[in-house]
């Protein structure tokens, strides 16, 4: 049974900072990439960035490389998102994700969801 469970999101001021935890069970690092989406009520699902088994291969959103840094913790099977100089904009669900084999881009191309953990950023 595959699990993740997504933790540390809250409410934080422009210019703040957040690491969420992806705490992934039942899943193999070695054969998986796990990602962050992110969704608002008028956006679609937003791709983040991913990464691979390994913690060396990572794929960015271009508009989002620099203040959002995906890294993975095979010690303790879990993913992290930091994001820095939160920014009103960063506001939505954000959402960890894992697909076996390659990275990919599109939330349709993952297996496996977590239930999301709130951001809110006020100025």
């Known amino acids: 049974q595959v699990q993740l469970v997504e933790s540390g999101g809250g409410l934080v001021q422009s210019g703040g900072s957040l690491r969420l935890s992806c705490e992934v069970s039942?899943?193999?690092?070695?054969?998986?990439?796990v990602a962050w989406f992110r969704q608002t009520t008028v956006k679609e699902r937003e791709f983040i960035a991913a990464i691979g088994w390994d913690g060396r291969v990572t794929d960015y959103a271009d508009s989002l490389k620099g203040r959002f840094t995906i890294s993975l913790d095979n010690a303790k099977n879990t993913v992290w998102l930091q994001i820095n100089n939160l920014e009103a904009e960063d506001t939505a669900r954000y959402y960890c994700?894992?697909?076996?084999?390659?990275?990919?881009?599109?939330?349709?191309?993952?297996?496996?969801w977590g239930q999301g953990t709130q951001v809110t950023v006020s100025s």
């Open positions: 994700a894992a697909r076996k084999n390659h990275l990919k881009r599109y939330a349709f191309e993952y297996h496996y």
């Open positions: 039942g899943l193999t690092f070695s054969t998986y990439a």
